[in-house]
């Protein structure tokens, strides 16, 4: 019997997840087939009861809908607890567990198909939003030399860094500084991985970030993807950065976690990678 999942949202149309867990199912060999869920606003809980009772056995869940899926889980993952926000739940029974897979996505990305290790590294995080919540533990679980967050609201910086701080008690690498600041106390600092987890790109605004950031050599990435050459990747170049990536990656890894957690089974995550990749020029 074919199992059946879905991404559920609103708007739907432009997910690429049934693309990409297609894909994963015909690489792996699984039974299961992947559709779009369009749910209405207010009604995330009916939907999802009504996919349940369908033989449902499990969503990816995207905008608006992260904080609804929180509400709704039974068990949640410490990587939901962290972020607030739950982007995938699996359905057993009475139990509807939940996890946070953004972070982890991103994370792989950067260290496994990027190259490049964050452990002893500099890492800036622009944003204090839902997006940055979710990675802060999967960056923290690398060991970095430090992690920053810098957000236009400082206050929220400072809030998320001291949850950061607290959340280290699952750390291995525990004892990482984290600061929380404003973009005007860049000024002198410098980075080995920037990544904009900011809605400004969605909007072509250019961040308000100090080209001296950017320390040699150092990783610009757009969680944003196929976006181009956003405006953070355009002051990055122009900050002497060649290297550049989106969140394509970030994208196609948060579905393989998915992916394995559901079905028990890792897909490789190149070909999609690939398929999905806008050139940033």
């Known amino acids: 019997m074919t199992d059946r999942y879905a991404v559920i949202g609103n708007p739907i149309e432009q997910s690429k997840s049934p693309l990409i867990h297609t894909a994963f199912a015909q690489v792996t060999g699984q039974d299961l087939a992947y559709t779009k869920v369009l749910s209405p606003l207010g009604e995330f809980a009916q939907t999802v009861d009504a996919f349940r ?41 009475d139990k509807v567990f939940a996890e946070n897979f953004d972070g982890v996505g991103l994370v792989r990305d950067v260290v496994h198909n990027l190259g490049c290790p964050l452990q002893g590294r500099k890492v800036l995080v622009m944003g204090a939003g839902g997006a940055t919540r979710g990675a802060l533990l999967p960056i923290l679980m690398q060991g970095p030399a430090e992690l920053v967050i810098v957000n236009r609201t400082v206050a929220k910086a400072q809030e998320l860094a001291a949850l950061a701080q607290k959340s280290q008690s699952h ?10 600041i404003g973009y005007d106390d860049l000024q002198g600092e410098s980075f080995d991985v920037v990544f904009n987890a900011t809605s400004a790109s969605l909007t072509a605004q250019v961040p308000p970030l100090p080209v001296s950031a950017f320390a040699p050599g150092a990783l610009a990435y757009e969680l944003a993807y196929g976006k181009g050459l956003t405006p953070f990747l355009q002051l990055a170049q122009q900050a002497g950065v060649t290297r550049l990536a989106d969140g394509v990656g970030m994208l196609a890894e948060q579905a393989a976690e998915a992916f394995l957690w559901w079905r028990g089974v890792r897909p490789d995550t190149r070909a999609v990678i690939d398929t999905l990749t806008v050139p940033l020029v």
């Open 171 to 180: 750390n291995p690498n525990a004892g990482v500084p984290v600061r929380g």
């Open 53 to 93: 009772a369908a033989g449902g056995r499990g969503m990816n869940v995207t905008a608006p809908f992260k904080l609804d899926a929180f509400a709704y889980a039974t068990d949640l993952a410490p990587s939901a607890q962290l972020a607030g926000a739950v982007n995938a739940l699996k359905f057993e029974g």
